[in-house]
């Protein structure tokens, strides 16, 4: 049984810089991609970036690539998405899935998905 699960999400002031977790399991870690999404109220869910099986990062956009880091601990099974200069426009819920093989930015291109962990940045 597969199981995505993130964590730390919270409150934190614009500026501030955040580190979150997806810890894996059922699955071979290292056969998958793991992408990175975020979903504000009102909003479609949209690609934030991705760490592929080999360690190569995809991000959404070439201004974004210095404010969001993806790596990847395969000996914990293991995402992470470290986020610097948090501004209230990145307060959204942020997923984490898994894909088999191939990495995609398209969410429905993803078989696994976790709960989500909410990000709120005050103004």
């Known amino acids: 049984q597969v199981q995505l699960v993130e964590s730390g999400g919270g409150l934190v002031q614009d500026g501030g810089s955040l580190r979150l977790s997806c810890a894996a399991s059922g699955l071979q870690f290292s056969n998958y991609n793991m992408g990175w999404f975020r979903q504000a109220p009102g909003k479609e869910r949209e690609f934030v970036g991705l760490i592929s099986r080999f360690g190569g990062t995809t991000y959404n956009a070439d201004s974004e690539k210095a404010r969001f880091t993806i790596s990847r601990d395969d000996a914990k099974n293991t995402t992470y998405l470290q986020i610097e200069s948090l501004k209230p426009e990145d307060t959204a819920v942020y997923f984490c899935?898994?894909?088999?093989?191939?990495?995609?930015?398209?969410?429905?291109?993803?078989?696994?998905w976790g709960q989500g962990t909410q990000v709120t940045v005050a103004s």
């Open positions: 899935a898994a894909r088999w093989f191939y990495g995609s930015t398209l969410p429905s291109d993803y078989a696994y």
